[in-house]
């Protein structure tokens, strides 16, 4: 099955700092990628759509130059949280669809961000 | 109202029991449905897709669509402790890949 990993899997970062997270399909090339957020006890909330050599598109109330996003081939697509704050803490999952599969999106492992 | 709608729960059923869980969605145009299962401090797993209306069965697990009512279902036959977890219903708006996910419900599956 197609596999997504995502790295690292916990990172504590001081305030101010960035931190960046990958999320890579090892065995298929990924058309387009999709980072999520998930808070304790809520569900996943979509933050942008991610496609190979194009801008990301941001959900609404998400701010694009707080997280960005580069999607610089098939395979890799990095989120960077700038300037964290404590109220970035969250858990951070990105997921892939492969070109032959377009139905189905496949999940990283998640990135648990705590901000100290 | 929110998009794609779930009872968050806890649902509580016994060991070999079927637990049902169900959701509920508001856009007509959605065309691929997902049930995904996520322990805690896990990334989400996909238990089910489902495109058309009717029943499809994998193993103890059977999902049912009725766009109709959009409403979209997942039985879990012989419950298992280890199926204890919460459960999301995620619909997609066209063939995108883009995931609307509801807020899930925490099945527990008592010995």
């Known amino acids: 099955g197609a596999v997504v990993s995502q790295h690292p899997s916990r990172v504590i970062c001081k305030s101010g700092t960035s931190v960046k997270i990958e999320c890579r399909s090892l065995d298929f090339q990924a058309t387009t990628m999709f980072w999520y957020r998930q808070f304790p006890k809520q569900s996943l909330m979509l933050m942008a759509t991610?496609?190979?050599?194009?801008?990301?598109?941001?959900e609404q109330g998400v701010e694009k130059d707080k997280f960005l996003i580069n999607h610089a081939s098939l395979t890799l697509s990095t989120l960077t949280v700038t300037s964290a704050h404590p109220e970035d803490s969250s858990f951070y999952i990105c997921?892939?669809?492969?070109?032959?599969?377009?139905?189905?999106?496949?999940f990283g492992q998640g990135t648990r961000l705590t901000v100290v | 109202q929110k998009e794609v709608e779930q009872n968050s729960g806890p649902l509580s059923v016994p060991e070999g029991a079927i637990a049902s869980l169900n959701c509920t969605y508001s856009d007509r145009g959605s065309q691929s449905f997902f049930w995904y299962r996520q322990y805690s401090g896990k990334s989400p797993e996909l238990i089910m897709s489902i495109y058309s209306n009717g029943d499809k069965e994998d193993g103890r697990f059977t999902a049912q669509l009725n766009k109709a009512s959009q409403y979209v279902s997942l039985l879990i036959r012989d419950s298992q402790p280890s199926d204890s977890a919460t459960y999301l219903c995620?619909?997609?708006?066209?063939?995108?890949?883009?995931?609307?996910f509801g807020q899930g419900t925490t099945l527990q599956v008592k010995p």
């Open positions: 991610s496609n190979e050599g194009s801008k990301a598109t941001y």
């Open positions: 997921s892939a669809i492969e070109i032959a599969q377009e139905r189905v999106a496949f």
């Open positions: 995620a619909v997609s708006p066209g063939n995108t890949g883009k995931l609307i």
